[in-house]
C-alpha cells in the first residue's frame, strides 16, 4: 500500500487488510509506505489514527517508511493511492526492478472496473477536515474489501 507520506491513506489501507487478513485466515503478507521520505519513522497522522480507530482497527504502531527497491521483489502486488504515487513507482520500478513493474497499479483500480460510480483514485486527505478523513476511509474500506476477495478466489 502506497501513498505520499505514509501517514494517511496507506497505513489506514494496511490496517484494513491485516483485519480481513485476520478475518479471512489468508496467508498474505501486508505493508504500507510512502513515496516521499517525509515522515520516515512517525506514526499515522492522528486524525487517520481517530477514525480508524473509530471502525475498530488500532493503526498506531505502524511507522511511515519510504518505498524501496526490494518492496518490488518482496510483494506481488504494490497498491498506489493515486495517480501521482502510482506514475512514480512506475518510474521506480522501471529504474531498478523493470521485471516487476507489472506488480503496480491503483489501490481502487478493481472497485472501479466493477463500478464506474467508484473513483479510481483515494484523495489525500491530509489538508482537509474531519468529513475528508471519513470519506477516505470508507473507500479504502470498500478498496480493501474488494482486494480481498480476490485474493480469495
Known sequence: MVCLGNICRSPAAEGFFRHLIKEHRLPIDVDSAGTSDY???EAPDPRMQQVMLSRGIDISALRGRQVNATDFERFDHIYAMDGSNFAHL???AEQCAPEHAHKVEL????LHRDN???PEEVPDPYFGGQAGFEA??????????????????
Open 39 to 41: 515522515h520516515i519513522g
Open 90 to 92: 512506475t518510474s521506480l
Open 107 to 110: 489501490f481502487l483500480q478493481a
Open 116 to 118: 464506474r460510480s467508484e
Open 136 to 153: 477516505c476511509v470508507d473507500l479504502i474500506q470498500r478498496g480493501a474489501v474488494k482486494r480481498i476477495e480476490q485474493f480469495k478466489e
